[in-house]
Antibody, heavy 121, light 110 residues
Framework: EVQLLESGGGLVQPGGSLRLSCAAS????????INWVRQAPGKGLEWVSG????????NYADSVKGRFTISRDNSKNTLYLQMNSLRAEDTAVYYC??????????????WGQGTLVTVSS | QSALTQPASVSGSPGQSITISCTGT?????????VSWYQQHPGKAPKLMIY???NRPSGVSNRFSGSKSGNTASLTISGLQAEDESDYYC??????????FGGGTKLTVL
């Protein structure tokens, strides 16, 4: 059974940093691109970032480019999202979501339960 | 990276069919086969219902179908059931190698 378990969310002040983790099991981690998708309270889904199966290719939404960094450790079956210079508008539930391909296309067949990030003073 | 356009809400009676549209551009929906649809119940993670325009993942009811014409994709749910009441989101791959979501559509089963 595929499982994705996010952690690392919490309350952080504007301008602060946070690192999210997503521990994966039940599939061959290095064969799957993985995305971070967020959802602000009461709002819709927003794609944040994607990484290829090897981790060699990554991309970001304009709203987070230059502030967030996605990475993965295939030896630990874990995905990360380093978030710097956080803003109030980054407040959201952050989901990791896997694809069935080496590159990301938005076909997310499994999702974690999400971790809440709150940016507030 | 503008969001795809979906109607805010649709409704239908049990047994009826409804269609949710999702409009983008030639740089996303119109340019690739990578259009997906997700169902999200309150407080839950999204669930993939349709991928690559019209393919259903294993376990998804065949009452759900997808299509695309030009820059607009559509999700059709036939034989509406009470359990279909949910939020639905479309997504598409873009020419910038990013993914864009629609704003979401709330489906009410009357």
């Amino acid at each position: 059974e595929v499982q994705l378990l996010e952690s690392g969310g919490g309350l952080v002040q504007p301008g602060g940093s946070l690192r999210l983790s997503c521990a994966a099991s039940g599939f061959t981690f290095s064969n799957s691109a993985i995305n971070w998708v967020r959802q602000a309270p009461g709002k819709g889904l927003e794609w944040v970032s994607g990484t290829s199966g090897s981790g060699a290719s990554t991309n970001y939404a304009d709203s987070v480019k230059g502030r967030f960094t996605i990475s993965r450790d295939n030896s630990k079956n874990t995905l990360y999202l380093q978030m710097n210079s956080l803003r109030a508008e980054d407040t959201a539930v952050y989901y990791c979501a896997k694809e069935g391909t080496l590159l990301w296309f938005g076909n997310c067949d499994s999702w974690g339960q999400g971790t809440l990030v709150t940016v507030s003073s | 990276q503008s969001a795809l356009t979906q109607p805010a809400s649709v409704s239908g009676s049990p047994g009826q069919s409804i269609t949710i549209s999702c409009t983008g551009t030639s740089s996303d929906i119109g340019g690739y086969k990578y259009v997906s649809w997700y169902q999200q119940h309150p407080g839950k993670a999204p669930k993939l219902m349709i991928y690559e325009v019209s393919n259903r993942p294993s376990g998804v009811s065949n009452r759900f179908s997808g299509s695309k014409s030009g820059n607009t994709a559509s999700l059709t749910i036939s034989g509406l059931q009470a359990e279909d009441e949910s939020d639905y989101y479309c997504s598409a791959y873009t020419s910038d190698s990013t993914v864009v979501f629609g704003g979401g559509t709330k489906l009410t089963v009357l």
